[in-house]
C-alpha cells in the first residue's frame, strides 16, 4: 500500500518535503498530503517552510494515524458545504494543503452538491460526482478530489455526524500518470546546452546524461573508484542523500568532468534541489514544460 511505502521513506529520510516523497513514491499530491497532515495531527512529524521532519521519541511511533476527534456536539443536519470547512478547520494543515483543499471544495463540491446535507449523502451521489466530474477534470484531479472526499467522511463518521460512511464503498482508481515521452531535436538540445552555460554544474549533468543515457540519480551515486580510464561502472543509485544498489553495468565514458559528482556534496538534498530550480527555470522559459531531465536519456546524444 501507498500508505506503507511512504512511511518506510519517512523513515529513511527523516528530513524531507513533499517533492522528495513523490519523486520516489508514485503516489498523488493530495493522497500525500492526507498522509502526512495525519502524521503531524499525530504528532509524528512537524513542518516548516514546507520541509517535514519526525519529531523525534524514544521510540517513534509511525506505524499509523488516526483523523482528530473533536470534542464538539455536530448537529446531523449540518450542511455538507459546512462540514467541509469543519474538516479542515479541525486538522493541522500545511498552507499549501489548506490551499489545496480550498480549492476542490470551491471548484468541485459546493457547486455539485450545494445545499445537501451531509447526513444525506449516499455512495450513489458519490459514484455520480466521480462520473460527472471525470468528464471536466483530469483524472489526476478527480483522484485528488475523491481522496479528499473520503477523508471529510471518514471525520464525519469518526464524529457521529453520519452513522454509515458511504466512501467505504468509493473505488478511487489509483491515477497512473502517462506522460509523452518527449525527445528533443538538435536545435532544441543546443538551446538547453546555451542557456545552461551560466549554471556549470547543470550543464555538466546535462552533457553527462545526453552522452551516457544515465539516469540522474545514478551520476549522483558515483563515487570515485566507479570512474575508471575508459569506462563508467553504475551500480547505484541517490535520491536526496538514499543510496539504493542496483543491477551493475559498466558504459564508455566519455571525455567530461565527473569530480563534482562523485564529491559528498552532490548526495545532498541541498544540491539536488539547487540543480532542479535551475533546470526548471530554464525549460520554462524552453516551453518544455512537461519534460525533466531523465527524458534527456532518450534524446539523441551530443
Not at 500525500?32 to 517535514?52: H, P
Not at 500518470?177 to 538540445?189: A, F, M, S, T, Y
Not at 545552461?196 to 570515485?224: D, P, V, Y
Request: aromatic share 8%.
Amino acid at each position: 500500500m501507498a500508505n506503507d511505502k511512504v512511511l518506510k521513506l519517512i523513515k529513511i529520510l527523516k528530513v524531507f518535503s513533499k517533492d522528495d516523497i513523490l519523486e520516489i513514491i508514485d503516489i498523488g499530491e493530495s493522497e500525500l498530503s492526507v498522509i502526512l497532515d495525519n502524521l503531524i495531527n499525530a504528532g509524528t512529524l512537524e513542518v516548516q517552510n514546507e520541509k517535514y521532519s519526525i519529531i523525534e521519541k524514544t521510540q517513534p511511533n509511525i506505524q499509523g494515524f488516526e483523523l482528530i476527534k473533536i470534542e464538539k456536539n455536530y448537529s446531523s443536519n449540518i450542511l455538507l458545504r459546512d462540514l467541509v470547512f469543519e474538516y479542515i478547520n479541525s486538522q493541522n494543515l500545511t498552507p499549501s494543503t489548506r490551499k489545496g483543499y480550498l480549492s476542490i471544495i470551491n471548484s468541485r463540491l459546493i457547486p455539485y452538491f450545494k445545499n445537501s446535507k451531509a447526513a444525506d449523502i449516499t455512495l450513489e451521489d458519490i459514484e455520480e460526482f466521480i462520473t460527472a466530474q471525470s468528464k471536466i477534470i483530469s483524472p489526476k484531479s478527480l483522484s485528488n478530489a475523491v481522496t479528499f472526499w473520503g477523508s471529510v467522511l471518514r471525520f464525519a463518521h469518526l464524529n457521529g455526524i453520519i452513522s454509515v460512511n458511504p466512501y467505504n464503498g468509493v473505488k478511487n482508481s489509483k491515477v497512473q500518470p502517462h506522460k509523452k515521452l518527449r525527445i528533443l531535436n538538435k536545435k532544441e538540445i543546443a538551446q538547453l546546452l546555451k542557456m545552461s552555460e551560466n549554471f556549470k554544474e547543470l550543464n555538466l549533468l546535462i552533457q553527462i546524461i545526453l552522452r551516457t543515457g544515465m539516469k540522474k540519480a545514478e551520476i549522483f551515486a558515483l563515487e570515485k573508484e566507479d570512474i575508471l580510464d575508459t569506462q563508467i561502472n553504475i551500480n547505484k543509485t541517490c535520491s536526496n542523500g538514499y543510496i539504493r544498489k542496483i543491477k551493475p553495468k559498466i558504459i564508455q565514458k566519455p571525455n567530461l568532468d565527473f569530480e563534482i559528482f562523485i564529491q559528498p556534496r552532490a548526495k545532498t538534498y541541498a544540491f539536488n534541489q539547487q540543480l532542479r530550480r535551475q533546470f526548471f527555470k530554464i525549460k520554462r522559459e524552453l516551453g518544455l514544460d512537461d519534460f525533466c531531465l531523465d527524458d534527456l536519456r532518450f534524446s539523441n546524444f551530443i
